[in-house]
């Protein structure tokens, strides 16, 4: 917007800037921003007009708050009391509100996941500045997840991962939120992929390779059977290479705490199947992941026998 001012015959310019809010697409129903920004000079008050009625009176804050159905019927006008002493009104805004919101919703993997798979969801909306709610089975329940970014890994997946995940956008204060996608259904069923790539390279002549970074669990003591009371030390086993650093699982769950080859549990309390696997920085940069290794105790220990001593 510029305006001519005749003062000691100087010309003076007068920029009205409205930056909006969010910015980009907007969507019926949404709470927008307005602020008005006038290029030179300071001490201004700002007047808002919607419908080239007055709205605010000389508040000296920039912005509004409106709805962005009205956004394209607002103006703004700047006022100060030394010269010059007004601007001229902005020009109304031109924005586009779009009448239908679509939110698109997918998975990584279309088919069966299997446990220990990770499974990344991806929930797309078409401008920026939301933050995602993440829903597992119901949609009006409690969101599982909230993330800045528009994907969520589920890692390690188990069984009771499964089911049907939605998702739903939000943003601004107060939040404006979009209707829930249509759901994703992830079924997690059987053994990890690591298994049946074994079975497939095996069968294309690549055995001592896949054999070589094939990790497996050994019990290093004590001897089986395991008893009730025993502390058991396991090792990951993987024949080529040194500098691994060792994941470790039970029941397909990830035990963080422990990296090293080998560490102690005990039996009855740490029972279930293990796995491991291992990671460098180095290439190859990880090793297959074990089969499942069953730790349980099979009972207690029998107590030695009683000496007997014959008195004569």
Known sequence: ILRKDSCCDCISFFWINFIVSPHGLLYSGETVTLQCDISIYTGWTYWWYRKDQLQSPGSPSKTITTLSDQVSQYQCQGRRTNRPQSSQRSDYLHISVTGEFTINFTSSDQQDVLTGDSVTLTCTVESSGWRFYWYKHKQDSEPVKTTSGSSYTLSQVRVSDGGQYRCRAGRGDPVYYTQYSEPVHIQVTGESKHVILLLVAVSYGQKRYIQELMASVKIVSPQEPLYTGDSVTLQCYIPEYTDWTYVWYR????????????????????????????????????????????INATGTPLAPPQSQFLVL
């Open 251 to 294: 029941d397909n769950q990830h035990l963080p705490s422990q990296t090293s080859k080998t560490f102690t549990i005990s039996v009855p309390d740490q029972t279930g199947q293990y796995q491991c696997q291992g990671k460098r920085t180095g290439r190859p940069k990880s090793s297959y992941i074990s089969l499942h290794h069953p």
